[in-house]
């Protein structure tokens, strides 16, 4: 695979950060994710996180390897990654996402079970669910129930931005 082609990759992994890490998990990746032009959302189930970046494949594996050494309580499982025409995320470094309808497809995907179709599958709903959430108007947008509170906003954390964004 070339270094510069569009790829995306999806990955599974463990969630064991309580809110506030959470918050300074996505704003801490969201700047790191920036500045090498990847795009992507966090979805969270409560237990797991299923993760969709996009980029190069040269800048994927970089933030894979910051991913591995850094979020290695995680466990991050790659599920597939193939290389796209067009980006899905364009304006989101990071968005973040509840999922709880997610938590047994990504549980089984981490867990190993699965085959590549069904996490094509579980990829294209959970591409679905975005943008069906992005495209509400901002102001008719509920807060999700689970969704980590908004405390004081984080060091580094862009003015204005919330955890929604990305
Ligand atoms: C669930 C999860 C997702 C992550 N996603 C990315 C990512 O998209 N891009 C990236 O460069 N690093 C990613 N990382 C790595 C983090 O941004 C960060 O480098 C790592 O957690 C270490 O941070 P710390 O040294 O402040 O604890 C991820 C880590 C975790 C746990």
């Given amino acids: 695979m070339h270094g510069d082609r569009l ?22 990746t969201r700047v790191n994710n ?3 032009q990847i795009t992507g959302c966090l979805f969270w189930t409560g237990q797991y996180f299923a993760q969709i970046l996009e980029g190069t494949s040269v800048q994927l594996s970089q933030a894979v390897s910051r991913l591995c050494d850094g979020g290695r309580q995680a466990a991050p499982r790659i599920l597939f990654q193939s290389q796209i025409d067009a980006r899905q995320f364009d304006n989101s470094h990071l968005a973040f996402l509840p999922a709880p309808d997610f938590e047994e497809a990504v549980a089984e995907a981490h867990a190993g079970g699965g085959r590549l179709h069904q996490f094509q599958i579980l990829f294209a709903l959970l591409v ?8 509400e108007p901002r ?28």
């Fill in 7 to 28: 790829s995306t990759i999806f990955i599974a992994s463990r969630c064991q950060a309580a809110d506030l890490e959470l918050r300074r998990l996505v704003a801490i």
């Fill in 34 to 36: 920036k500045k090498r």
């Fill in 128 to 135: 679905q669910e975005h943008h069906e959430y992005a495209s």
């Fill in 139 to 166: 102001e008719l947008r509920a807060p999700r129930p689970d969704a980590p509170q908004k405390q004081k906003p984080l060091q580094g954390e862009p003015a204005g931005a919330g955890i929604w964004g990305g």
